[in-house]
């Protein structure tokens, strides 16, 4: 058996619908209901789910417990991105980031890991990102909610490793989902006129997610590769491009990736 959150679209909803075809049993939240009746018409079990709010975490978790023995995996896909340079960027709009992409998936992990440790097996899988190893301007916030989950999911993986539970994280780069429209809209109404970001920001607009090529269906298929293998690597990536990238921000020193970021934003302001 199976849950996702985030189902309604993109990744969460390709999984959904991927971990139905392989034969799960498969459990489907997120906030808009009315977004997964194609899952529901497939035979998936859809619910409510707002993982910011600790009620419809339980009622979530209930639902499944009331219709389910057991649970296999977790896909927790439910997340966006925030955009907007860090002077720019409400408090409140931050706070709202970590409250989805960290403290809300962890609270709803922490409700189902009571679960996997009683029947000492499943798969927490957690939908980070590239950015989740880098950095880049006018996303501080959004790589830092994904910092934080890495580093999160690292920890939890030493710790529930003794009672048979495995913790992966996958981390895509541009994908081919709604992401980015709401992540464009952040930029805009986060950027004041009078913003001393504007050309850079104006830049990134004309530009800024035009290289998303990965499909949520691929991102899907990696984590089936991830969920059948048995030893899972700790960290997936989509491609080759994002492998590098990882592998780039890792291994230069912070100012060598200050100037390759650099020269990416000055090449954006050229255009």
């Given at each position: ?44 079990l859809v619910h409510q789910l707002d993982v910011t709010k600790q009620d419809s975490n339980r009622a979530f978790v209930d639902f499944v417990e009331a219709n389910a023995t057991e649970i296999d995996i977790i896909v927790n896909s439910a997340g966006y991105g925030s955009q907007g340079a860090l002077e720019d960027v409400d408090p409140a709009e931050a706070k709202n980031q970590f409250d989805v992409n960290v403290f809300g998936l962890m609270a709803l992990t922490q409700m189902i890991l009571p679960i ?156």
């Amino acid at each position: 058996m199976a849950i996702v959150t985030g189902a309604s679209s993109g990744i969460g909803k390709a999984t959904a619908l991927r971990l139905n075809d392989e034969g799960y049993q498969v459990f489907a939240g997120a906030r808009r209901v009315e977004k997964m009746n194609d899952l529901k018409q497939a035979g998936i079990l859809v619910h409510q789910l707002d993982v910011t709010k600790q009620d419809s975490n339980r009622a979530f978790v209930d639902f499944v417990e009331a219709n389910a023995t057991e649970i296999d995996i977790i896909v927790n896909s439910a997340g966006y991105g925030s955009q907007g340079a860090l002077e720019d960027v409400d408090p409140a709009e931050a706070k709202n980031q970590f409250d989805v992409n960290v403290f809300g998936l962890m609270a709803l992990t922490q409700m189902i890991l009571p679960i996997m440790r009683h029947q000492h097996s499943g798969k927490i899988i957690n939908i980070s990102s590239v950015g989740g190893q880098m950095y880049s301007p006018l996303a501080g916030w959004y790589y830092a909610s994904k910092h934080a989950l890495e580093a999160l999911s690292d920890t939890l993986r030493m710790e529930v490793k003794p009672f048979g539970i495995d913790v992966i994280i996958i981390e895509p780069g541009g994908t081919k989902t709604e992401w980015g429209s709401v992540a464009m809209d952040k930029l805009k109404a986060q950027t004041p006129a009078n913003s001393a970001y504007h050309d850079l920001v104006e830049a990134y607009e004309a530009g800024g997610f035009s290289g998303f090529t990965t499909t949520p269906e691929e991102i899907a298929a990696l984590i089936m590769r991830a969920i059948n293998a048995r030893r899972p690597k700790t960290r997936y990536q989509p491609n080759f491009g994002m492998k590098m990238l990882v592998i780039m921000a890792r291994k230069l020193s912070y100012k060598q990736f200050d100037k390759v970021m650099g020269r990416q934003m000055r090449g954006l302001t050229k255009h």
